[in-house]
């Protein structure tokens, strides 16, 4: 993606120096563009769990250069042995494993670099060296996996463009699955992306995204960057839209798909779904394999939804006289709850976009694109 004609990832090591990690510190936009500096493991937590960073692909990502971070601060002039090492490393795992629980990348990211430094012996450097190349792997892979879920996905929106004539392809979206959420390209944003490239006449209605915003603060931010129509719109107003023939397909990512096919994703997702249900318009997930969960079958049973402080119900965030301020919407000392995440159940979902292709939202549909996961 450009930022004002600059392409940056959400993620990258710093050029001067290898053991600092910079990121897009998210929380400050659209007003403000700010790059943050993580340099140790517990500050690589915060900034999942606080939200610096946000998304599947960019929390796995962000796990990733962690778990480099985590072992590249070992001492290199003391002697410590293998099994230390990846004592240590366990242990800092969990600690940003038990960040963000829905997102599945986040795991993953973190086994996976867990297994790469076992299996690279018991000198650190060595170990040090296979973190930082898993770390990268990690990034670049996601980005091409992004940006081949584009390549797939335009094909659909064109069709559409043909039946109708060539007309504006009218797309509807829920918080933000795109580049700021990923490393580049996105996972819902990327077809929009690519058929705006191909010239390919879209308009895309941006969910606000209650409480924290993403779909107003972030997606309206990134199309407009890359110069796609959009309309930022109320959350409630998708189901009045569908009625009256003015979505022509909804593209939502996720943070946790089953290998049946249910879709984990931010809270309101569920209410889409049933909407465009209702009024035949399909709904699409798109997704990396990296975010596709291979143990579990049942999203409502299993999935595990993370509740966060309700004072981001209670408050807003926004621009007031040049500055960033919160500031509170409800009663003083009214309770509030705030579950991030629910499950659209694999019959509400037309098809799954990955970096294969797209399949039917079933078992069968997704071990067909990815048989060596039966």
Same mark, same amino acid.
């Given at each position: 993606?450009?930022?004002?004609?600059?392409?940056?990832?959400?993620?990258?090591?710093?050029?001067?120096?290898?053991?600092?990690?910079?990121?897009?510190?998210?929380?400050?936009?659209?007003?403000?563009?700010?790059?943050?500096?993580?340099?140790?493991?517990?500050? $690589?937590?915060?900034a999942?769990?606080?939200?610096?960073?946000?998304?599947?692909?960019?929390?796995?990502?962000?796990?990733?250069?962690?778990?480099?971070?985590?072992?590249?601060?070992?001492?290199?002039?003391?002697?410590?042995? #293998?099994?230390?090492?990846?004592? +240590?490393?366990?242990? *800092?795992?969990?600690?940003? !494993?038990?960040?963000?629980?829905?997102? %599945?990348? /986040?795991?993953?990211?973190?086994?996976?670099?867990?297994?790469?430094?076992?299996?690279?012996?018991?000198d /650190?450097?060595?170990k040090?060296?296979?973190? =930082?190349?898993?770390a990268?792997?990690?990034?670049?892979?996601?980005?091409?996996?992004?940006?081949?879920?584009?390549?797939?996905?335009? *094909?659909?929106?064109?069709?559409?463009?043909?039946?109708?004539?060539?007309?504006?392809?009218?797309?509807?979206?829920?918080?933000?699955?795109?580049?700021?959420?990923? %490393?580049d390209?996105?996972?819902?944003?990327?077809?929009?992306?690519?058929a705006?490239?191909?010239?390919i =006449?879209?308009?895309?209605?941006?969910?606000?995204?209650?409480?924290?915003? +993403?779909?107003?603060?972030?997606? @309206?931010?990134?199309?407009?960057?890359?110069?796609?129509?959009h309309?930022?719109? @109320?959350?409630?107003?998708?189901?009045h839209?569908?009625?009256?023939?003015?979505?022509?397909?909804?593209?939502t #990512?996720? *943070?946790?798909?089953?290998?049946?096919? *249910?879709?984990?994703?931010?809270?309101?997702?569920? /209410?889409?779904?049933?909407?465009?249900?209702?009024?035949? $318009?399909?709904?699409?997930?798109?997704?990396?394999?990296?975010?596709?969960?291979?143990?579990?079958?049942?999203? $409502? =049973?299993?999935?595990?939804?993370? +509740?966060?402080?309700?004072?981001?119900?209670?408050?807003?965030?926004? &621009?007031?006289?040049?500055?960033? !301020? +919160? %500031?509170? &919407?409800?009663?003083?000392?009214?309770?509030?709850?705030?579950?991030?995440?629910?499950?659209?159940? @694999?019959?509400?979902?037309? #098809?799954?976009?990955?970096?294969?292709?797209?399949?039917? @939202?079933?078992?069968?549909?997704? /071990?067909?694109?990815y048989?060596? !996961?039966?």
């Amino acid at each position: 993606m450009n930022v004002d004609g600059k392409h940056f990832r959400t993620i990258w090591m710093n050029e001067a120096d290898e053991s600092i990690i910079e990121i897009i510190d998210q929380r400050h936009l659209p007003h403000e563009f700010v790059i943050e500096q993580l340099t140790t493991v517990d500050q $690589v937590a915060v900034a999942i769990k606080d939200m610096h960073v946000r998304g599947a692909g960019l929390i796995g990502a962000t796990a990733g250069y962690g778990m480099y971070v985590a072992v590249a601060s070992l001492a290199p002039d003391s002697y410590i042995s #293998g099994d230390e090492i990846m004592r +240590q490393m366990v242990t *800092d795992g969990e600690k940003l !494993k038990a960040t963000r629980p829905t997102a %599945v990348n /986040l795991q993953w990211a973190v086994e996976r670099q867990i297994a790469a430094m076992a299996a690279a012996g018991d000198d /650190l450097s060595a170990k040090i060296a296979v973190a =930082k190349q898993t770390a990268i792997d990690i990034a670049d892979e996601d980005s091409d996996w992004c940006r081949r879920i584009g390549e797939h996905g335009v *094909d659909i929106i064109e069709k559409i463009s043909q039946v109708k004539n060539g007309e504006t392809v009218n797309i509807l979206t829920h918080c933000n699955a795109g580049w700021l959420a990923f %490393v580049d390209y996105g996972s819902a944003t990327a077809p929009m992306y690519a058929a705006h490239d191909k010239g390919i =006449k879209i308009h895309v209605w941006v969910d606000e995204t209650r409480p924290r915003n +993403q779909g107003a603060r972030l997606t @309206a931010w990134e199309l407009g960057q890359h110069g796609v129509p959009h309309t930022v719109i @109320a959350d409630n107003v998708g189901g009045h839209l569908m009625q009256h023939g003015q979505v022509d397909m909804v593209i939502t #990512g996720t *943070d946790r798909t089953t290998y049946t096919g *249910d879709v984990g994703n931010k809270i309101g997702t569920y /209410l889409k779904a049933l909407a465009a249900n209702d009024n035949g $318009v399909p709904f699409y997930t798109a997704l990396p394999s990296s975010t596709f969960d291979w143990t579990m079958r049942d999203g $409502v =049973k299993e999935v595990p939804i993370e +509740q966060r402080d309700a004072t981001e119900v209670r408050m807003i965030q926004g &621009l007031h006289d040049g500055e960033i !301020k +919160q %500031v509170l &919407l409800t009663p003083q000392d009214s309770p509030a709850a705030n579950y991030a995440f629910d499950i659209t159940p @694999a019959r509400l979902v037309t #098809g799954l976009i990955t970096e294969r292709g797209v399949c039917d @939202a079933s078992e069968e549909g997704i /071990l067909g694109l990815y048989p060596e !996961k039966k």
